[in-house]
């Protein structure tokens, strides 16, 4: 199983970004999936996700700014990020899971930064 998250980098505030996770995984669409994030010294927290049947959770602060997808056909993840704000620079990763299996991806850099 390989998860290929990517689309990170530094935006100004206000800005906006698409991250994209690229899965190699079966059943893909059988599968949760999720974006995480991580700032320095803080713990990784829930950011947002989506189940197999395409019902979506947010964390408080994001919502109204972030937006999550999928596209089965494309074994891929999305997260829309709008009106960034400097509280929201982390490293992003991806997670998918069914049951007792869970996969990461190795992670993509976002710095909300004027």
């Known amino acids: 199983v390989q998860l290929q998250a990517s689309g990170g980098g530094l935006v100004q505030p206000g800005g906006s970004l698409r991250l994209s996770c690229a899965a190699s995984?079966?059943?893909?669409?059988?599968?949760?999936m999720g974006w995480y994030r991580q700032a320095p010294g803080k713990q990784r927290e829930m950011v947002a996700t989506?189940?197999?049947?395409?019902?979506?959770n947010y964390a408080d602060f994001v919502k109204g700014r972030f937006t999550i997808s999928r596209d089965n056909a494309k074994t891929s993840l999305y997260l829309q990020m709008n009106s960034l704000k400097p509280e929201d620079t982390a490293v992003y990763y991806c997670?998918?899971?069914?049951?007792?299996?869970?996969?990461w991806g190795q992670g993509t850099l976002v710095t909300v930064s004027s």
């Open positions: 989506i189940t197999w049947r395409r019902n979506t």
């Open positions: 997670k998918i899971w069914r049951d007792n299996a869970e996969y």
């Open positions: 995984i079966r059943f893909f669409g059988a599968m949760h």
